[in-house]
């Protein structure tokens, strides 16, 4: 029923940018936060980014605040990650997750308490 369908990763070079897009179906999405999520080479999944319904509040993890934004457009169902100044660590399969609340829980590894659906992801890959 729900979908999440991301866009947009590909092969960035250090310094550069990347937008990634999420289009989700199937749900109400205004009265739901939502998240990105990465999984690196060798490391568990990790909470990147999320934003509550409205979009008022956004939160992100250490590693990539002053450079990723996150965004949300209600009236089209899509989700957006701007990342700029992009480094090799950040390299990872990128998905979108859906919170069960109007909220997100932050700096915390994504877990079904929190989250109820996820997309495939889309590739990033950082390299010189």
């Known amino acids: 029923q729900v979908q999440l369908v991301e866009s947009g990763g590909g092969v960035a070079q250090p310094g550069g940018s990347l937008t990634l897009s999420c289009a989700a179906s199937?749900?109400?999405?205004?009265?739901?936060?939502m998240s990105w999520v990465r999984r690196a080479p060798g490391k568990e999944l990790e909470w990147v980014s999320g934003?509550?319904?409205?979009?008022?509040?956004?939160y992100y993890t250490e590693s990539v605040k002053g450079r990723f934004t996150i965004s949300r457009d209600n009236a089209k169902n899509t989700l957006t990650l701007q990342m700029n100044n992009l480094k090799p660590e950040d390299t990872a399969l990128y998905s979108c997750?859906?919170?069960?609340?109007?909220?997100?829980?932050?700096?915390?590894?994504?877990?079904?308490?929190?989250?109820?659906?996820w997309g495939q992801g889309t590739q990033v890959t950082v390299s010189s």
């Open positions: 934003i509550y319904a409205d979009g008022s509040y956004r």
């Open positions: 199937g749900f109400t999405f205004s009265e739901y936060g």
């Open positions: 997750a859906k919170s069960r609340f109007r909220t997100i829980v932050a700096n915390t590894t994504p877990g079904p308490h929190e989250y109820s659906d």
